[in-house]
């Protein structure tokens, strides 16, 4: 099966620019998360969606971020205006049952400047 | 919210050898304790799952054992080899309630198998 594609790879801003993520979860995959992971750390968990409503989004910092599930299936992470702390690396995830583990994308990298 | 701790950052083995990763963590044991492995510039991929109600867990040459009153799992690969050198994950299943999971991370750990 096709794996979790996202988009870009990489991307370089100045600070107070704004930047987009995409991604696109395995088919039939309720469940999506957009993880943050900076160099040297685990991932943390910025936002889940179940379906297109969101379940958790305690931990994303919500005067800057922003995320949605259109239809259930492709999500967006926004980022307005990134700051140099948001430099890391943006994972997107799916799971269908949490017993068979999750399935992560390969990241976009992202710089800012 | 559960605090998890890797407590090697690095690890080197001789090819051949037995790895041995440990995580532990903080409060209520989890209802699943996963085991990823990361390699550089790629997401992390998903290798293991244990139950609490499951003390091992075996997959070619991995092995995972689950300790809820240690609070511990350890991470076994048996008869090393260069191609496992990566990073390796150990995350917590936290029950949110309606039917809601999430993964805690740690922070990983480094092997290098050296040939």
């Known amino acids: 099966e096709a794996g979790v594609a996202q988009s870009p790879r990489y991307k370089i801003i100045e600070k107070r620019q704004s930047v987009a993520f995409w991604c696109n979860p395995i088919?039939?995959?309720?469940?999506l998360y957009w993880y943050q992971q900076i160099l040297g750390q685990g991932p943390k968990l910025l936002i889940q969606?179940?379906?297109?409503?969101?379940?958790?989004d305690s931990q994303l910092p919500k005067d800057r971020f922003s995320a949605e599930r259109l239809k259930g299936v492709d999500s967006t992470l926004k980022i307005q205006p990134a700051k140099l702390e948001d430099s890391a690396v943006y994972l997107c995830?799916?799971?269908?049952?949490?017993?068979?583990?999750?399935?992560f994308g390969s990241g976009t990298r992202l710089t800012v400047v | 919210s559960q605090k998890i701790e890797q407590n090697s950052e690095a690890l080197n083995i001789q090819e051949g050898k037995t790895a041995t990763l440990t995580c532990n963590y903080t409060?209520?044991?989890?209802?699943?304790l996963q085991w990823y492995r990361q390699d550089p510039g790629r997401g992390p991929v998903f290798l293991l799952l244990?139950?609490?109600?499951?003390k091992e867990k075996r997959k070619e040459r991995l092995k995972v054992t689950f300790d809820t009153t240690l609070k511990q799992s350890l991470f076994h690969i048996t008869a090393s080899q260069p191609a496992d050198s990566a990073t390796y994950l150990c995350?917590?299943?936290?029950?949110?309630?309606?039917?809601?999971?999430?993964?805690?991370f740690g922070k990983g750990t480094k092997l290098s198998v050296i040939p």
């Open positions: 969606f179940q379906n297109n409503g969101v379940v958790d």
């Open positions: 244990i139950r609490e109600n499951e």
């Open positions: 409060n209520y044991s989890p209802a699943y």
């Open positions: 995830a799916s799971s269908l049952d949490p017993t068979y583990g999750y399935t």
């Open positions: 995350a917590l299943d936290d029950w949110e309630g309606a039917g809601s999971y999430q993964l805690t």
């Open positions: 088919s039939g995959h309720a469940t």
